[in-house]
């Protein structure tokens, strides 16, 4: 059955907070059994969201920037682990409308339009750091490559239909071959084990001298040779499945507050949600939350601003805007998950309520890449005006 196609963005967000909802449901029980949401990617595919980012003139809706964040943040707030498996999917997507050739590109618009799905294979364990990439592709006589290498934490993997694979051709410069999930050569192990994200499947992917057309190869170095908003429009995605956890636990408190906590005996009250004081700590938890949806709005808008000129002063200022949002983001997640629990009370704890989800999915993808960083990059662009660096992470 063909995928559905989405006309536009308000039908992208329509779409995006039906699936939410009906993801909601079984989102603790999936991460509570480790049960991999096999038929629920399988929803996001039919209902043509993963194909929202497709041009127009490939039959496409073409959504902004702030239409994807929200509905990344739409699913996140349901289910954080269903969130992220579609985010490299995304990255993957931009990296064919920038360095795509015209065939390459109709080529897999049509794929995403029926349906498709792009896993990942890009980060590797034991090398020296994330951009040390020793995967290789090696050239053949025919113009046609074999791929050689293993990665690890590779979301999406184990549901995609194409991998893109982040890889070294001969000349040591990084490309990207996009590889059939079930091509000769490629194993996917199912292997993950993280305390959070429990259900992405992001385990590792194994290359043995995968045939790869020269068709299906493109040159990913080429993106940061000029102005670009590949690590933007990334870490905006990333940013926005914090975003999405804060603002999850945090209505997940309030409705646990209100049907199942009792009043502390010194207060005089008949219920917990009159409680004065967690009054007040749900307010300040509120303020974290909306600081962090418009620290991201903000972000999404600028990323916007810099596609329809795109310059390295626009670039930088899209940049500076994400790693703002993803660094409030990524402490509000953390904090607002971990409060749920401060305001709830004792029973809140039980394994059973698996309310632990929320503050497991924050602390583990809070962990991508160091808040720090940005911040330093932030001050270095304020105080004295320099640029953010060129690379994916930022």
């Known amino acids: 059955m063909p995928a559905h196609v989405i006309a536009d963005a308000a039908e992208a967000l329509a779409v995006a907070a039906a699936l939410a909802a009906e993801f909601r449901t079984g989102a603790s029980a999936r991460d509570l059994e480790r049960r991999l949401p096999r038929e629920e990617v399988a929803r996001l595919s039919a209902s043509g969201l993963l194909a929202v980012t497709v041009p127009a003139e490939h039959g496409g809706a073409d959504v902004d ?4 964040a929200e509905i ?27 360095q795509g050739t015209p065939e390459q590109q109709k080529f897999f618009f049509a794929e995403l339009l029926a349906g498709r799905r792009f896993g990942n294979a890009q980060s590797e364990a034991g090398t020296r750091h994330v951009q040390d990439i020793r995967t290789r592709l090696t050239p053949q006589p025919d113009g046609s490559h074999l791929l050689t290498g293993v990665k690890h934490y590779s979301t999406g993997a184990l549901f995609a239909d194409w991998i893109p694979v982040l890889a070294r051709a001969a000349d040591d410069k990084l490309h990207v071959a996009y590889v059939p999930r079930d091509a000769p050569g490629v194993t996917v192990v199912d292997d993950w084990e993280g305390m959070g994200q429990r259900t ?3 385990g590792t992917v194994r290359l043995d001298a995968v045939a790869v057309p020269a068709d299906r190869v493109l040159p990913h ?7 670009q908003l590949h690590g933007a429009v990334a870490q905006l995605l990333h940013a926005a499945i914090d975003v999405g956890i804060a603002g999850g636990a945090l209505d997940e408190a309030a409705a646990f507050v209100r049907t199942s906590s009792r009043p502390w005996f010194e207060s005089g009250l008949d219920t917990a949600a009159e409680d004065p004081l967690l009054i007040q700590r749900f307010g300040e938890l509120a303020v974290q939350v909306r600081a962090s949806e418009a620290l991201l709005r903000e972000a999404a808008r600028a990323v916007d601003a810099a596609r329809a000129g795109l310059t390295d002063a626009s670039a930088a200022e899209a940049s500076v ?14 904090d607002v998950a971990s409060a749920l629990f401060e305001v709830s009370g004792t029973r809140s704890a039980l394994t059973s309520l698996n309310l632990n989800r929320y503050w497991r999915d924050a602390r583990t993808h809070t962990l991508h890449d160091p808040p720090r960083w940005k911040i330093q990059h932030i001050g270095r662009y304020v105080l004295n005006g320099t640029l953010p660096p060129r690379h994916g992470l930022l």
Do not use: C, M, W
């Open 65 to 68: 920037a702030l239409t994807l």
């Open 72 to 98: 990344f943040r739409l699913l996140a707030a349901a289910d954080a682990g269903l969130a992220q498996i579609p985010q490299s999917h995304f990255v993957y997507v931009n990296v064919i409308r920038r």
């Open 200 to 202: 992405t499947a992001s």
């Open 221 to 227: 170095h080429l993106t940061f040779e000029g102005p």
């Open 321 to 334: 805007a994400v790693a703002a949002a993803k660094v409030h983001a990524a402490g509000a997640a953390v």
